[in-house]
């Protein structure tokens, strides 16, 4: 086939600008990143792939790239998705309710996250406003349109693929609010749990909203209690990784509260350093040595300041705890966080960020 002279322009532009970006390497900040991105592309170039492999691969990189672009002005500001059912009509109790709560966390200090479609996602991007909303949309064989209060904002993001879209929302989110919903929201809810569960994902509050007396996320838990806590498939702690609700105030004061004394995580060299807003006393970390034993692998909870490999964060003068942790106690950890707010220091204002983890 004869090549066009705009695509013998196209991939020569394109070698011109791989040659100086190789050549920058060096110098680059992120360089060792991208040239282990880069390293990746040319094994799978040399391997025997379908086209539809490589229309994946240049589909979900796109994808990447849109989310990254999007939150990148935004990373240092608190962030809550909220999920629910898109079949929610605007006069329905959940509905007026979504709104209500999008609208007081943002007065929290948080930007809000939905689907970007109808029902609960429209509810949360109304109460939230334009300005402190994003929309992740899906781009489905029957259109999923974008509700009116994101459609052609800046911060609306259409994916492709649910598996980069479901990555965005939990990676830019400090927390996540459920409304009642179908088998979507039910998968937003596991998939949340499971991250959770396995470190993947936060610490983070996760909060299930109901209507004042309504029993969704109550039944909801009585059969994760009965078919799950019962028969040992989960441990009776892993209950602690979400609370259920149906008082607005309840809900935002949990979300608050949550990042009263802590304020973040993330491993260094297999140590889990905490970061808190404000030091905690000898005495209380003496009393989670005592209370919290079984989440340590070895060693204590040690006091710390930031370590050699934090050094240059953001976070580098909050006050750390360290220790060595065991990954399968996550319930048992939101406790302990739990623990430290209700011991710990004042209210800070809530206005950073999920950093590194």
């Not at 589909?59 to 909220?82: A, C, M, N, V, W």
């Not at 949550?258 to 905490?274: A, C, D, G, L, P």
């Not at 006050?319 to 942790?325: A, G, I």
Request: some cysteine.
């Amino acid at each position: 086939m004869v090549r066009s002279h705009q695509e013998n322009n196209r991939e020569s532009s394109l070698i011109t600008e791989i040659t100086q970006l190789i050549h920058q390497l060096p110098h680059h900040k992120h360089g060792k990143w991208i040239e282990r991105a880069l390293t990746v592309l040319l094994r799978i170039a040399n391997d025997e792939l379908e086209r539809l492999d490589w229309k994946i691969l240049a589909s979900s990189l796109e994808d990447l790239e849109k989310g990254f672009q999007t939150f990148y002005p935004f990373r240092h500001l608190r962030k809550i998705t909220i999920f629910g059912s898109a079949r929610i009509e605007r006069d329905q109790i959940e509905y007026l309710l979504a709104v209500e709560f999008a609208r007081r966390v943002t007065e929290l200090g948080f930007m809000v996250l939905t689907g970007a479609g109808g029902g609960i996602m429209q509810a949360a991007n109304e109460g939230a406003t334009r300005q402190h909303s994003f929309g992740l949309n899906i781009q489905l064989p029957f259109e999923q349109q974008a509700n009116e209060f994101i459609r052609n904002d800046q911060k609306l993001i259409n994916f492709k693929y649910f598996f980069t879209r479901k990555l965005f929302f939990l990676r830019e989110s400090d927390a996540v609010a459920l409304f009642p919903g179908g088998f979507g929201t039910q998968d937003e809810a596991f998939e949340t749990l499971t991250l959770s569960q396995t470190g993947k994902y936060g610490p983070a509050p996760l909060v299930l909203i109901d209507q004042p007396g309504g029993d969704y996320w109550q039944s909801w838990h009585d059969q994760i209690c009965k078919n799950l806590v019962a028969k040992g498939l989960i441990s009776p702690e892993d209950v602690n990784l979400f609370t259920i609700t149906d008082d607005l105030d309840q809900a935002c004061a949990i979300i608050s509260n949550f990042y009263r004394v802590y304020h973040s995580s993330r491993f260094v060299r297999q140590k889990f350093v905490m970061r808190l807003n404000s030091e905690i006393s000898d005495e209380v970390v003496e009393q989670l040595n005592v209370e919290f034993s079984d989440i340590l692998l070895m060693g204590r909870i040690e006091k710390s300041q930031a370590l050699p490999e934090e050094i240059g964060d953001l976070t580098e003068n909050l006050p750390r705890l360290v220790f060595d942790f065991n990954q399968k106690k996550q319930g048992r950890l939101y406790q302990m966080i739990k623990k430290i707010n209700l011991l710990g220091g004042s209210l800070p204002p809530l206005l950073t960020i999920n950093f590194d983890n």
